[in-house]
């Protein structure tokens, strides 16, 4: 029997329901308006393909901790530096103990690294720009020129704009990589240099070739340069795969990085890690808080407690060896993606090591079922969408997108 397009859609509908998927049923709460919502949330779960979430978080048992004791009904605010003195109802010694499990994993070494647990990637990149030109300017007495690509995600030119800052947004190539020569051309090397390091790039999943850009700035010894990598999505998975290196500061050379704890790692909230050196940090503006009995050299004063000791969770439930799994999943299932995607007869394109896969923008009706992220690219035709492939877009998933699209076609 062949089915219409209609049809298919209705049939696409059924089997996306979170149900289908992810066999939950909702629990009331006695407020319609919730319940709806919840409901909603439910069915659209498995469809976010769009955007870098992980939808499959394993915090279950920390929730029941959590509640078991408690915690829902006082504060915990880590207010403070997690390696200086911590206070009470403060969970700093576990924020602390993250960022020394983190830390060894993009190159840096315990006795010479300090970090938070930030907001968000884009805390993590303020934190990296915001520390970048306070060192650039402390050592050398000159405010830093900004460079970061065109491709990169709009956090950093947003960033700049708030602590007024020189940008230079440098071309990136067809695939989204910051160009070499044209990062030279750009250069005013009479000035310190920020540079930032998109890891990858939000629509095309671009990683800036460092190596190369590094040695572009190598040719100008007398411009001082501070180099932040805002690695959001990549920073989580590159260190459990083969291409740890790619992240690995020993042999690419960074002074900081900023990486979304509600991405690769699979928090429900947004968070993030910021990780830097100890000459960075001691570089820094300081303000001694007698109050706070801290020095507080970050952003934010209240910062939230419990992000960290999810982190932390994970850390003992997930762990290296679960992260590693994830990740070989999702590279795998990036490459069933595009043969599938190439069988059905739809041009596709991905960076190496990337989990996003991008091809021609199918029917506004797919776009909006599976949320789709959106861009348009001449070199490619025009009008695009992408998928990133997270832990939750597994091939049942995928076989159900690819269904849609043919029925599309
Ligand atoms: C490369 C990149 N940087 C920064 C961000 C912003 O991170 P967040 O949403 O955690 O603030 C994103 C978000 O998608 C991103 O992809």
Request: net charge negative; with cysteine.
């Amino acid at each position: 029997m062949r089915l219409s397009y209609t049809n298919v859609l209705a049939l696409v509908a059924l089997l996306t329901s979170a149900t289908a998927l992810y066999g939950q049923e909702t629990v009331k709460s006695g407020f319609e308006k919730l319940d709806e919502w919840t409901e909603q949330c439910h069915t659209d779960r498995p469809w976010t393909l769009g955007y870098p979430c992980n939808q499959v978080s394993s915090l279950t048992d920390f929730y029941k901790w959590y509640t078991d004791n408690e915690m829902q009904n006082f504060l915990v605010n880590n207010a403070g530096d997690p390696f200086g003195n911590v206070g009470a109802l403060c969970s700093g010694k576990f924020e602390r103990e993250v960022i020394e499990y983190f830390a060894p994993k993009y190159g840096f070494t315990l006795d010479d690294v300090w970090g938070l647990v930030t907001m968000s990637g884009t805390d993590g990149n303020n934190h990296g720009i915001y520390f970048g030109v306070n060192y650039l300017q402390n050592t050398t007495g000159k405010m830093p020129v900004v460079y970061v690509s065109d491709e990169a995600h709009y956090s950093n030119y947003r960033l700049c704009d708030l602590q007024n800052l020189e940008v230079r947004l440098v071309k990136s190539d067809d695939m989204g990589c910051m160009i070499p020569d044209s990062l030279e051309v750009a250069l005013d090397t009479t000035r310190p240099c920020l540079m930032i390091y998109a890891m990858g790039s939000t629509f095309k999943g671009a990683i800036d070739d460092q190596a190369a850009l590094n040695a572009v700035l190598a040719r100008h010894p007398e411009m001082p340069v501070y180099r932040h990598v805002d690695a959001a999505l990549f920073g989580g998975y590159l260190p459990f795969t083969k291409y740890r290196e790619l992240v690995d500061r020993r042999v690419i050379p960074y002074e900081s990085i900023s990486i979304s704890g509600h991405k690769f790692f699979g928090i429900d909230s947004p968070c993030g890690l910021f990780i830097t050196k100890r000459n960075v940090y001691e570089n820094q503006t300081s303000f001694d808080i007698p109050y706070l009995n801290a020095n507080m050299r970050m952003i934010n004063c209240s910062r939230s407690g419990i992000e960290p000791l999810k982190f932390w969770w994970l850390i003992q439930t997930v762990g290296d060896a679960g992260w590693s799994a994830q990740a070989t999943a999702m590279l795998e299932n990036t490459e069933y993606l595009k043969a599938e995607l190439t069988r059905i007869g739809i041009p596709c394109w991905s960076n190496t090591y990337s989990n996003t896969v991008f091809f021609k923008r199918p029917a506004d009706e797919i776009v909006k079922r599976f949320n789709l992220a959106n861009s348009a690219d001449e070199h490619f035709g025009g009008k695009l969408s992408h998928v990133v492939v997270m832990q939750h877009v597994t091939r049942e998933a995928i076989d159900i997108f690819i269904n849609a699209l043919e029925a599309e076609k």
